[in-house]
Protein backbone atom coordinates (compact mmCIF):
# COMPACT_ATOMS: atom_id res chain seq x y z
CA UNK A 1 0.00 0.00 0.00
CA UNK A 2 1.38 3.44 -0.92
CA UNK A 3 0.82 5.85 1.23
CA UNK A 4 -0.66 9.23 0.70
CA UNK A 5 1.26 12.49 1.00
CA UNK A 6 -0.48 15.81 2.50
CA UNK A 7 -0.16 19.20 2.59
CA UNK A 8 2.23 21.17 2.95
CA UNK A 9 4.77 18.18 0.97
CA UNK A 10 6.16 20.41 -1.79
CA UNK A 11 5.49 17.10 -4.20
CA UNK A 12 1.90 18.38 -4.48
CA UNK A 13 2.74 21.69 -5.57
CA UNK A 14 4.58 20.75 -8.56
CA UNK A 15 3.79 19.82 -12.38
CA UNK A 16 3.58 16.02 -13.28
CA UNK A 17 5.54 14.92 -16.18
CA UNK A 18 3.49 13.24 -19.33
CA UNK A 19 3.85 9.26 -19.33
CA UNK A 20 5.73 7.63 -22.26
CA UNK A 21 6.05 4.47 -21.09
CA UNK A 22 2.98 2.17 -21.04
CA UNK A 23 4.49 -0.93 -20.17
CA UNK A 24 3.33 -3.78 -17.06
CA UNK A 25 4.36 -1.62 -14.48
CA UNK A 26 1.87 0.98 -15.47
CA UNK A 27 -0.89 -1.50 -14.79
CA UNK A 28 0.67 -2.43 -11.16
CA UNK A 29 1.57 1.24 -10.40
CA UNK A 30 -2.41 1.87 -11.45
CA UNK A 31 -3.51 -0.60 -9.59
CA UNK A 32 -1.48 0.71 -6.28
CA UNK A 33 -3.27 4.13 -6.77
CA UNK A 34 -6.23 2.67 -6.97
CA UNK A 35 -5.62 0.61 -3.62
CA UNK A 36 -4.37 3.66 -2.19
CA UNK A 37 -7.55 5.60 -3.04
CA UNK A 38 -9.81 2.64 -1.58
CA UNK A 39 -8.29 3.13 2.02
CA UNK A 40 -8.92 6.62 2.37
CA UNK A 41 -12.59 8.43 3.69
CA UNK A 42 -14.40 9.23 0.89
CA UNK A 43 -12.04 7.99 -1.93
CA UNK A 44 -13.48 8.66 -5.29
CA UNK A 45 -10.60 9.91 -6.87
CA UNK A 46 -6.84 10.60 -7.02
CA UNK A 47 -3.97 11.61 -8.58
CA UNK A 48 -0.09 10.10 -8.76
CA UNK A 49 1.26 12.91 -6.97
CA UNK A 50 -0.60 12.20 -4.01
CA UNK A 51 1.48 9.27 -3.78
CA UNK A 52 4.64 11.12 -4.53
CA UNK A 53 4.81 10.24 -8.32
CA UNK A 54 5.56 12.81 -10.14
CA UNK A 55 3.50 11.31 -13.31
CA UNK A 56 -0.09 12.51 -14.83
CA UNK A 57 -1.68 9.60 -13.63
CA UNK A 58 -5.19 9.65 -12.04
CA UNK A 59 -8.14 7.19 -11.11
CA UNK A 60 -11.70 7.99 -10.73
CA UNK A 61 -14.08 6.05 -9.40
CA UNK A 62 -17.46 7.42 -8.45
CA UNK A 63 -19.32 4.11 -8.11
CA UNK A 64 -19.31 3.93 -4.10
CA UNK A 65 -20.39 7.78 -3.79
CA UNK A 66 -22.83 8.95 -1.09
CA UNK A 67 -23.31 11.63 -3.85
CA UNK A 68 -25.74 9.49 -6.55
CA UNK A 69 -24.34 10.28 -10.15
CA UNK A 70 -24.10 8.88 -13.21
CA UNK A 71 -21.15 7.85 -13.77
CA UNK A 72 -18.72 5.79 -15.95
CA UNK A 73 -17.69 3.47 -13.37
CA UNK A 74 -13.47 2.71 -12.56
CA UNK A 75 -11.10 5.28 -14.93
CA UNK A 76 -7.69 4.76 -14.98
CA UNK A 77 -6.56 8.16 -17.25
CA UNK A 78 -3.27 8.84 -18.47
CA UNK A 79 -2.43 12.38 -19.28
CA UNK A 80 -5.54 13.33 -19.38
CA UNK A 81 -6.37 16.42 -20.69
CA UNK A 82 -9.81 18.44 -20.61
CA UNK A 83 -10.94 19.78 -23.94
CA UNK A 84 -14.14 21.28 -22.98
CA UNK A 85 -15.73 22.67 -19.90
CA UNK A 86 -19.89 23.86 -19.43
CA UNK A 87 -21.72 25.37 -17.02
CA UNK A 88 -20.39 26.10 -13.50
CA UNK A 89 -21.29 25.12 -10.49
CA UNK A 90 -20.39 25.45 -6.54
CA UNK A 91 -19.88 21.88 -4.48
CA UNK A 92 -17.83 21.16 -1.52
CA UNK A 93 -14.89 19.46 -1.70
CA UNK A 94 -12.50 17.29 0.21
CA UNK A 95 -9.28 15.85 -0.52
CA UNK A 96 -6.99 12.80 0.77
CA UNK A 97 -4.07 15.01 0.65
CA UNK A 98 -5.79 17.97 2.83
CA UNK A 99 -7.50 15.37 5.20
CA UNK A 100 -8.99 17.77 7.39
CA UNK A 101 -10.72 20.39 5.72
CA UNK A 102 -13.87 20.71 3.16
CA UNK A 103 -14.41 23.72 0.93
CA UNK A 104 -16.87 24.79 -1.49
CA UNK A 105 -15.12 25.05 -5.01
CA UNK A 106 -16.83 26.40 -8.41
CA UNK A 107 -16.30 23.46 -11.18
CA UNK A 108 -17.57 23.23 -14.53
CA UNK A 109 -21.09 20.67 -14.70
CA UNK A 110 -19.71 19.01 -17.86
CA UNK A 111 -15.98 17.73 -19.04
CA UNK A 112 -15.15 16.32 -22.22
CA UNK A 113 -11.81 14.91 -21.45
CA UNK A 114 -9.32 13.24 -23.52
CA UNK A 115 -6.64 10.53 -21.95
CA UNK A 116 -4.88 7.31 -22.73
CA UNK A 117 -5.59 4.33 -21.11
CA UNK A 118 -3.50 1.60 -19.58
CA UNK A 119 -2.40 0.19 -23.16
CA UNK A 120 -1.59 2.93 -24.70
CA UNK A 121 -4.78 3.80 -26.35
CA UNK A 122 -6.43 7.21 -26.98
CA UNK A 123 -10.04 7.90 -25.46
CA UNK A 124 -12.38 10.20 -24.92
CA UNK A 125 -15.29 10.82 -22.50
CA UNK A 126 -17.96 13.35 -21.31
CA UNK A 127 -18.57 13.54 -17.69
CA UNK A 128 -21.52 15.56 -15.87
CA UNK A 129 -22.03 16.44 -12.28
CA UNK A 130 -20.07 14.92 -9.28
CA UNK A 131 -18.15 12.61 -11.69
CA UNK A 132 -16.80 16.10 -13.71
CA UNK A 133 -15.68 17.49 -10.55
CA UNK A 134 -13.81 14.52 -9.58
CA UNK A 135 -11.70 14.34 -12.95
CA UNK A 136 -11.43 18.64 -12.43
CA UNK A 137 -10.07 18.16 -8.66
CA UNK A 138 -7.73 15.19 -10.03
CA UNK A 139 -6.17 17.17 -12.99
CA UNK A 140 -5.18 19.76 -10.93
CA UNK A 141 -3.34 17.69 -8.87
CA UNK A 142 -1.31 17.19 -12.15
CA UNK A 143 -0.71 20.56 -12.58
CA UNK A 144 0.36 21.50 -8.57
CA UNK A 145 -3.50 22.86 -7.94
CA UNK A 146 -4.88 21.75 -4.59
CA UNK A 147 -8.68 22.16 -3.79
CA UNK A 148 -8.09 25.08 -1.17
CA UNK A 149 -6.48 27.46 -4.12
CA UNK A 150 -9.90 27.31 -5.43
CA UNK A 151 -12.19 27.99 -2.67
CA UNK A 152 -15.14 30.50 -3.23
CA UNK A 153 -13.83 32.25 0.24
CA UNK A 154 -11.55 31.03 3.46
CA UNK A 155 -14.78 31.68 5.56
CA UNK A 156 -16.44 28.38 3.49
CA UNK A 157 -13.08 26.45 4.59
CA UNK A 158 -14.60 24.04 7.18
CA UNK A 159 -12.75 21.55 8.91
CA UNK A 160 -14.26 18.30 8.05
CA UNK A 161 -16.41 16.74 10.93
CA UNK A 162 -17.07 13.42 8.89
CA UNK A 163 -16.01 12.01 5.54
CA UNK A 164 -17.49 13.17 2.12
Known sequence: MRDIITQPDPRLRQTAAVVTSFDPSLATFCHDLRDAMMSGPGG???AAPQ???LRRIIVVD????MRPCKNHGLLYMVNPEILLKDGEVLGREGCLSV???????PRA?????????LHGDMQELEAKGFEARVIQ???DHLNGVLFVDRVVSTKDLVRRLQSI
Open 44 to 46: VGI
Open 51 to 53: VGE
Open 62 to 65: CRQS
Open 99 to 105: PDWVGVV
Open 109 to 117: RMVRVRYKD
Open 137 to 139: HEI
